[in-house]
């Protein structure tokens, strides 16, 4: 069974076109998308491509009750090599992980921090970043201060930054922010934000889960020194998927920070007895630090090479390439949403291109007030769903100066969506909200 369900992935894989040069119709075709639906919400979950569900199936059946080692496949050393080189970093600076919330968390109490030091973060994080960091105020006394972003269509990256810097003071040691927060879909400054903390000798600590698949990135040259990013967002592998980022070298004109004390939690490759060598202070790693992070028991063989596919097929396309495609149908509908429902009904950014992403949030309805009502913005994108089949979400978020949190619709474009699925969306809840305003 495994061998005709792997020459028929061949097959599909040879019949297509080259991806580098095929048109974004053609690469649509590579996905498993319900033709009766408008998907706006990769920003919650991506679609798969058949390529990609076709590996979990083959490589699931090829490792159903065999006699085979199942350990040694799961440190993932082939996959994390490919993943690796296409975000500009090394082997043994990549995990792949179960998710971001898992690689948030082992990254988060990994961390070399005690009773008394202070992390400075926003409430524009996911939950999971907030949850461990107030895990570690409860249990070592760490002092978390969370600020509050600007959010709107006329916020500029240098707010944003000055905010962080004034957080700052003697006690701080790590700097946290996402890389696009998942709340109103600021494109957070992160060079400027890790040169930041690099000038005041701070940690780095980044929500990635939006990164892959979205952005042509190098990881190395933004001089993070921790990312934790999802799998089956913008990157399209299965759910249950994720990478970790974990800096292992010093490259002084990236980051000449000395590597950050870390703690390998949940690892079965850590020394039983002794400890691992100093860590390296030149750009040889010393040890490999992703090693003891990646093993850590049996793991899902078959998702993990499913997402290396997933990361395969980006890679074919051109993640330069897809960066551009999604970029310009979010900037096609954040202006389609403006002629909707005005400027000021954004909460995304817009006027600053160095803060837009593709994940835009906005107030659908004529009053205000209705931004504080999570009924009314629950039935909106409910009926979106249920009786137009079009996916969005809704989300909650802080706001400098109002005393109740503001909630917002939430559209996002990826590389198979197209201008025609974004006018008959923005048209048909433009008429939606009329209606319940």
């Given amino acids: 069974m495994s061998q005709l369900v792997e020459s028929g992935e061949a097959a599909t894989a040879a019949q297509r076109p080259p991806l580098r040069t095929a048109s974004w119709e053609e690469i649509r075709k590579l996905f498993a998308l319900d033709p009766a639906a408008i998907h706006l919400n990769t920003g919650t979950v991506g679609a798969m491509p ?46 792949i992980c179960h998710n971001a919330t898992e690689g948030v968390a082992r990254i988060i109490q990994g961390l070399d921090l005690h009773e008394g030091d202070e992390v400075v973060t926003t409430s524009h994080e996911c939950y ?15 002092r978390v201060k969370v600020i509050t972003p600007p959010s709107g269509y ?12 004034a957080a700052i ?3 701080t040691k790590v700097l946290s922010f996402a890389a696009v927060t998942l709340f109103t879909g600021t494109r957070m400054p992160m060079r400027a934000l890790c040169e930041l903390a690099q000038r005041h000798g701070l940690t780095t600590v980044v929500d990635g889960a939006l990164l892959p698949g979205m952005l042509d990135c190098n990881l190395r040259e933004l001089g993070v020194d921790f990312m934790a990013c ?7 592998g299965p759910l249950g998927t994720g990478l970790l980022y974990l800096r292992n070298k010093v490259f002084p004109e990236h980051n000449p920070l000395p590597l950050p004390k870390f703690w390998p939690v949940i690892s079965t490759w850590y020394p039983i007895l002794g400890s691992p060598p100093p860590r390296t202070t030149t750009s040889v790693a010393s040890d490999d630090m992703a090693l003891y992070v990646q093993m850590a028991g049996s793991a899902s063989i078959a998702k993990g090479a499913a997402l290396a596919k997933a990361c395969a097929l980006f890679d074919e396309i051109g993640r330069a390439r897809i960066e551009h ?14 002629e909707a429902f005005g400027k ?14 593709p994940l835009i949030a906005f107030h659908p309805f004529r009053d205000r007030e209705s931004a504080w009502n999570v009924k009314k913005l629950g039935a909106f994108t409910g009926r979106l769903e249920q009786e137009h089949r079009i996916w969005t979400r809704w989300t909650e978020f802080d706001v400098p100066g109002s005393p109740h949190q503001h909630y917002a619709a939430r559209i996002t474009t990826h590389l198979f969506n197209t201008r025609a699925e974004i006018d008959k969306a923005v048209a048909v809840m433009a008429r939606l909200a009329d209606e319940l305003s």
Wanted: negative net charge; charged residues 30%.
């Fill in 344 to 357: 000021d009904a954004l909460y995304s950014p817009g006027a600053d291109e160095r803060l837009r992403s």
């Fill in 154 to 165: 006329d916020v500029r990256a240098e707010e944003i930054v000055e905010l962080f810097e």
């Fill in 325 to 338: 495609r999604i970029m310009d149908l979010a900037d096609y509908a954040r202006d389609r949403l403006v």
């Fill in 50 to 95: 058949y390529e990609v569900l076709d590996t979990v199936d083959r490589v699931t059946r090829e490792w159903t009750g065999g006699l085979a080692d199942v350990y040694k496949p799961a440190d993932y050393l082939e996959h994390r090599s490919a993943i690796a080189r296409s975000f500009g970093v090394d082997l043994d600076e990549m995990v």
């Fill in 128 to 142: 999971s970043v907030l949850s461990n960091f107030n895990l570690l105020r409860n249990r070592f006394g760490v």
């Fill in 169 to 171: 003071t003697p006690r």
């Fill in 230 to 236: 999802s799998g089956s967002k913008f990157q399209c």
